[in-house]
């Protein structure tokens, strides 16, 4: 593990002294992005050592052909890929004809990247010396900017230290790249035009198959210490690359700066035919503003996100730094503008996995967007389910599904399915649960019932069509039984009746049937509207509520508790605590049937199903549950730790709920699973945040109240976080001792504070 | 289906015209083979249609990269292809300067292709008129020594018809070929030298990765009529390619021909550096012998096979030459010669499914090498897993098994897994058990016990300790259990307590627990070498018995059978009957998930368990049974109807059992399931042999007492069929009324009719 390497800070990320080693894995620590690209920190200038280079454009993707071993029916034909886009940030740095390299340096001297969370930038600073022996100091700052999300900056600045140099700065636009996570080796981009005029540039390039077309642009101005500098511009041009070249003799210890700008313009916001001007247009901001001003926006921009999704944590730096790490990534990751976007498990960090949306989004992330952002963010990410509903459907009918029946896709960019493993695309189908919850738990937290009718209902009845038709009547148990699925807890496959899958499939279908009779009595012409849409029977309702009356659950009444499957007390029930370390984590150390056969489990199953559905269950039996399978649990999926935080909390065992809780917020920043080099795990940064804020603070809505249940791990000094709870803010402390709850904005406010209702308003701090 | 393009004939596959869409498929049914070489029935001339070649060398192959979607623990590295060798049988032919090739002529009549089974030759004959409107005779017949077996000989036979016209024959050599079947479109060969010798070539070239050394050579000599021609020889030389050419001026009416000798030899028959000479001397005997010598040697060969191994049926044509055709390919395929062979589910008709042995070959083949050929054959086989032990006990090892415990491989070509899904390959462990029944059937039916103490009873241990270690004991259920299994109905998988697996189970360890006491009370020094070997404990075979005494079965009470897995009844039990034919196969119509939770089942897997230990149910038990499951099996596999057309032998319902042999016999000739191009069902075939001789001829040993219930489809007027029991060569004669036996060789013999006790001898004929 890799626990001290980032150093300790409040608000940034920081690596001292330069490691080759740790090039790919730094390159995701520090990524940057703006919610509408994003890149790994790869470095401006050449480096020939090992890199992962990745700069990604929000919902610019590649079908990738589907490679298998073997084809089951059913299989998309394309994995819809994160794509590598056209490099941007480019500076070749030559110094007297050498090329700064930091592979090739003699010496490398106070090495330092920092990524300033608080004011959303990433620099460099250090002396190298290079093979001609000149030695230099060099400072870079890059950031994307929040205020014009298709722009980037980048100051990049050399002193000669030891003599004076000739200093030549090659920034460049570059489309002739690859991805690292490709199946057939295809080219993904096919460039049109490179194009030079004045001091700027542009590739205008698209992508295969999916033709989205974007314009990649570039312009730099360079001064000597302060002057602006009127340098010799030469210029090299290939079909996929187009570079400048900026030369200046520069004394010992001054300094030659660099400012370039560059990003994309893509055919998802403009004209095809109106990219080039977009690109112009929005470089005609950066000269206007300068690196400065843009820089100036930028820490602006970043104080409003972190004025709202701030968690202070008073005594414990790394726990500070792991939680506002997982805040600031998911805030560059997606912000909520745009609805056809979503939240990728790597984000803009790294491209494995491939596709946007996972039930990731619906299971982890919407609490975190709703509770820190305008409900907007949240009714987008809903809405973004609700155009895909016909895709859904379509592949449903794809697996034999009729009459409307949805299956929402396992792994998706665009709608489509594109996942290919059959015990998972066809059978993980809890994930349909998850989509139908978070429609209730939008509801629940915002009280905005206007989605429903408008659109969730028609998800909700896709949804419930699908788990009625999934469901086999067995003449056996005479009872409805669901064959054949995989539960969240991924080690298991194929199983008969996982106890989570049937609660939701259960409790969808009575969901759904709810809300019909809410529409058809308060929103008539929109239950007119649907019902003649979805072609709705009283007939197709019975046989909903045959299913979801006599749904089957499989007990166990020795252990008093429900089964996570059929058959699960057939297994060898050794605890994890009993397995020689040698064999973990099993992921890596055991072939699949052996974890099949386990009764180890990936992440939380039963479990899930109780913080989902936590009202319907008494603490007493959340306590027998979770006593009976978090022995069993090995927590190798980045979403298991912060659930089972979360009940720790609950049931007062502070000790467990912290580790659990340092296991997930720092999860990349010490890099537990040898894995960060492929980059961030995004989604699971939003369960790091409910372990706090629903773990230790124990927020909950409870009947239309926002409710908390304070505790604090004895670890802290105290911690703070701020909730937009119906657009009034309330502000908790929490302390060792005492809790504070302040409204920030909004009049006045009843919330409950561990069972008892107490007023807070704007002008007095409430201490329980 | 194809059902009336094979003409019907006892003796020969015959085609008749030409079908440029039937070029592929052909290819594969009109292929050749002599147990040391094979290949696909490809033309000598240039063919510029569709076409797949392939000719292959037995035990040559080539460790392809594996290919998956999604790479699990314990998956090999390399999937083992069987590999398309050079081609020696290429003969460009030119008339009058213009290329002939069937796909550019503007007319074929006559065309007739020839396979004839009785003597082993592959023939065309037809008329064409080329583009230059030159209309030729062609004379074509090829065939793989049986006698010889590195040597192929062709005479291939042109008569211009309507003028006379020059004729230029080039057979040449050509290394520069690929597999259809690569993952990554390697290359496979590596060719090293090309040379030439008088009218002899040569092509030395080694497979890579694996390095098996060969010489690919040609020798020719020409004819006008009968007189031997010393045409003009040209030579052309490339890298990968050596061709000679001969040309004549050939007058109308007037016959050039032909003559083409040539073949493989391997290193894994002579020493590296000796393959050329090795080549020299195959051509050597080519040249004494000549063509028509070595085509009588072909015919007498055949002869003494078909003396043996013929059914004859009469009064049903299409039924007589599909059960020819069936014996034919299997002797084309393997000869028992060499304990390192093994019987590829495509022999040497195609590339598809890679490996050379699955547990068809101790499932469904042993049981037509012990009655057909002498004993060592199937000693042979059992040999070849005896020694691929030491690599079963590593393939275990992988799995997390210790101690010795062996899992053989689902496919494999030397004893190393070569397969990746993870439901079969690590799941589908019945393969254990077919290993060793294999053992127990080959002393049952040649009473041969040696080979248990020699080799056997350490194959034995290795497979117990397996199943010892892979159940698991339920506390809930006070009995072992096997969790996570894949049965022989491979449209189940990962499901707990398949009966079938289960059964296995339990039978190794009873089998080799009698056998170890067997051997150390009658061959100690065996049992001391094994002991000592083994390390084989009194409280290990204690830990076996446990096992094997409380293992878990389900059943049930209801239905009175057992359940082909926990939780079958759950499913929602529709008869195939009920099924729409727009959803069949339903393998190629449903997804798998769909597929998984119906109760359709692919091939017997309980009723494979009441094929194996027949003895150990009765007929009653056997009713109930084929009648539960028979109605749910789809028969999608090549492998199913023949065990279910036994059963209903057995069970006297001869039109159930008629209609699945004909499913069985004519799969291929009739391309049942349009795939016929990819290459032939091989092993298939020893079942359709089974349907007759142990389905209609009732045939069991029973106490060392060879038994016979003959029944007869209505159909048919008579059948025979011969079988050779521990030396002894019975002649089993069919009619509508009456059977007859007679011994064909040996002196006297006590068999069982209809549970009678029957004495037969030599001077004989016995008729019930």
Redesign the interface.
């Known amino acids: 593990m890799n626990q001290n390497y980032i150093k300790p800070d409040n608000w940034s990320i920081i690596e001292e002294g330069f490691d080759e080693c740790r090039v790919k894995s730094s390159e995701s620590l520090f990524s940057i992005g703006n919610g509408a690209m994003g890149q790994r920190a790869n470095f401006e200038e050449t480096y020939s050592g090992a890199s992962f280079q990745g700069s990604y454009i929000a919902g610019v993707y590649y079908p990738d052909k ?5 084809w ?3 299989y998309p034909e394309y994995f819809a890929k994160v794509l590598n886009a056209p490099n941007w940030i480019g500076i070749n740095v030559l110094v007297n004809g050498v090329e700064f390299d930091l592979n090739t340096c003699t010496d490398i001297l106070d090495y330092k990247r920092e990524l300033n969370m608080k004011e959303g930038w990433l620099a460099r600073n250090f002396t190298a010396t290079l093979p001609n022996k000149i030695t230099i100091k060099v400072a870079t700052k890059r950031f994307l900017s929040l205020s014009h999300d298709e722009l980037g900056a980048i100051e990049y600045q050399v002193t000669p230290l030891n003599s004076a140099a000739e200093i030549i700065y090659q920034p460049y636009l570059d489309s002739g790249i690859t991805n690292e996570d490709s199946n057939w080796d295809d080219a993904f981009w096919n460039t049109q035009h490179v194009s030079k005029e004045n001091n700027q540039a542009f590739i205008e390039a698209h992508t295969m198959k999916t033709n989205f077309h974007t314009c990649t642009f570039m312009q730099s101005e360079c001064f000597v210490n302060s002057a602006k500098n009127e340098a010799f511009t030469e210029i090299h041009q290939t079909e996929t690359k187009v570079s400048f070249s900026y030369s200046a003799e520069i004394k010992q210890n001054e300094t030659f700066t660099i400012h370039k700008f560059g990003g994309y313009v893509v055919d998802r916001n403009h004209a095809k035919n109106e990219l080039l001007s977009a690109a112009k247009e929005v470089l005609a901001i950066a000269k206007e503003k300068g690196f400065n001003v843009l820089l100036e926006d930028q820490k602006e921009a970043w104080a409003t996100i972190w004025n709202m999704a701030d968690i202070t944590i008073e005594g414990d730096v790394k726990a500070q730094q792991g939680i506002r790490f997982n805040i600031f990534q998911l805030n560059q990751t997606y912000l909520g503008k745009d609805s056809t976007l979503n939240i990728g498990p790597k984000g803009f960090t790294g491209e494995k996995y491939g596709g946007s949306t996972y039930w990731d989004t619906e299971a982890y992330c919407i609490p975190f967007y709703m509770a820190t952002k305008n409900q907007e963010v949240a009714r987008n990410l809903l809405t973004y389910r609700y155009n895909q509903l016909d895709r859904a459907i379509e592949n449903a009918k ?3 599904f009729t009459n409307g029946a949805a299956l929402y896709p396992m792994v998706t960019m665009n709608g489509e399915e594109c996942h ?3 015990e998972i695309t ?2 993980e189908i809890h994930r349909n649960g998850a989509i139908a919850f978070a429609i209730y738990n939008y509801h629940r937290f915002t009280g905005d019932y206007s989605y429903i009718p408008e659109k969730g209902l028609e998800v909700l009845i896709g949804i419930a069509r699908f788990w009625q038709q999934r469901a ?6 005479k009872e409805y ?1 669901i ?2 699925v995989t539960g969240p807890n991924e080690y298991e ?4 009746n996982n106890w989570y899958t049937n609660y939701t499939a259960q409790w969808c279908i009575k969901y759904a049937l709810g809300n019909l009779e809410k529409v058809k009595s308060e929103f008539p012409s929109d239950y007119l509207r649907i019902s003649q849409k979805t072609k709705i029977s009283s007939e197709e309702l019975e046989k909903w509520k045959a299913v979801a009356d006599t749904m089957h659950f499989p007990y166990s009444e020795e252990h008093q508790v429900y089964l996570q499957q ?2 699960f ?5 050794v605890t994890v605590k009993k397995l020689a370390t040698e064999h973990r984590p099993i ?8 974890i ?2 386990s009764p180890y489990i990936k992440q939380a199953d039963v479990l899930q199903g109780f913080y989902f559905f936590e009202d319907e269950f008494t603490t007493k039996e959340l306590k027998k549950h979770f006593d009976f399978y978090e022995p069993y649990t090995v927590h190798e999926s980045s979403l298991s730790p912060c659930v089972h935080s979360i009940q720790a909390a609950k049931l007062d065992r502070m000790d467990q709920a912290y580790t659990f809780y340092l296991r997930t917020s720092r999860l990349d920043l010490d890099d537990y699973n040898h894995e960060v080099e492929e980059g961030l795990h995004i989604t699971s940064m939003a369960g790091t945040w409910m372990s706090i804020v629903e773990g230790f603070g124990g927020m909950r809505v409870k009947n239309d109240v926002i409710s908390f249940e304070p505790r604090i791990p004895s670890q802290w000094k105290s911690y703070s976080f701020k909730v937009n709870f119906r657009n009034q803010v309330i502000k908790v402390n929490v302390f060792q001792n005492e809790a504070s709850f302040e409204l920030i904005e909004g009049e006045e406010l009843s919330i409950l504070v561990n069972d008892k209702l107490v007023r807070v308003n704007s002008k007095k701090l409430v201490t329980v």
């Open positions: 589907t490679r298998v071993g073997w089951k029916n059913g794809k697996l034999g290919n493993e059959w066809f059978e086999t009547y067995s003449d056996a148990k039984v064959l054949g496959n194929n199983v008969n059929e058959g007390l057939d297994k060898e029930l992921n890596q150390k055991w072939s699949w049937d052996r099949l056969r």
